[in-house]
């Protein structure tokens, strides 16, 4: 074989290699170019260009298109309500592709990913639903309280007054127990104050003011159901709590 025969192979070679570059991005995809197994570049729809094989390739992940997947692979789950019933349910995910770099390559398993994701979601769903509304309403579940509590302390050690009363007036309308957190609750809508038994008539129309919007929303919360039946609500909360009350 000659030296031209040689080099035009070669050549002939090199540019099918070099044209095997090319590539078409469709619509509903975006071109990720690796260039030795890295990230280097995002191409649009159309006719694209890279590198040839080994030194770079293109993956075409379809970012329009709605993909679909059934938590359970679609049989019911058992899952427990915020008031503590067992209850089966079965639930489809609808999701899409919006970063498709984070979804090839931060995350190891990223269909595992958004089913856990997915499932946790819907044991939260059922965990919060409206199920709870009894307890959030009559005071049956401790932790609501507490966590308004928390919350109500939290923004008044940070000042914003108004949120701390409307936290504190939830978890009074929500069980009397806290009732007896309010003196402590009034010390810490005063904690931008210097303190003094002197200065307490003084600073008293400022606490008021403070602590008025928790009032509010106690009054808001509890007045209708005085007004309903106010017999039926002393004896909720009162005689019940004391033994004597006729609810059981």
Known sequence: MSLHSILATLVLILAVWAAS???????????????????????QPGLNYHLPYPIEFALLPKVTAINQLKI??????????????????????????????????NVNDPEGT?????????????????????????????????????????????????WSALFFGIACASKPTAWFLAPFWALALLTDQTLSWRRLLHQLPLLLRRAAPALVVFLVLTLPYVLWNANAFV????????????IT
């Open 235 to 246: 004896d909720d909360v009162w005689r019940w709590a004391a033994g004597t009350g006729s």
């Open 114 to 162: 958004v089913k856990m994701t997915g499932e946790s979601a819907v044991r939260q769903i059922i965990g919060l639903n409206p199920i709870m509304g009894l307890d959030l309403v009559f005071g049956q579940n401790d932790s609501f309280v507490l966590g308004w509590i928390v919350f109500s302390l939290w923004f008044a050690h940070h000042r914003r007054f108004a």
């Open 21 to 43: 570059g090319f590539y078409k991005v469709q619509p509903d995809q975006v071109g990720l170019v690796l260039r030795f197994g890295r990230w280097v570049d995002t191409r």
């Open 72 to 105: 359970g692979n679609g049989a019911p789950m058992q899952m427990l309500t915020g008031d503590e019933n067992i209850v089966e349910a079965t639930a489809s995910i609808s999701w899409r592709i919006k970063d498709p770099v984070k979804f090839l390559f």
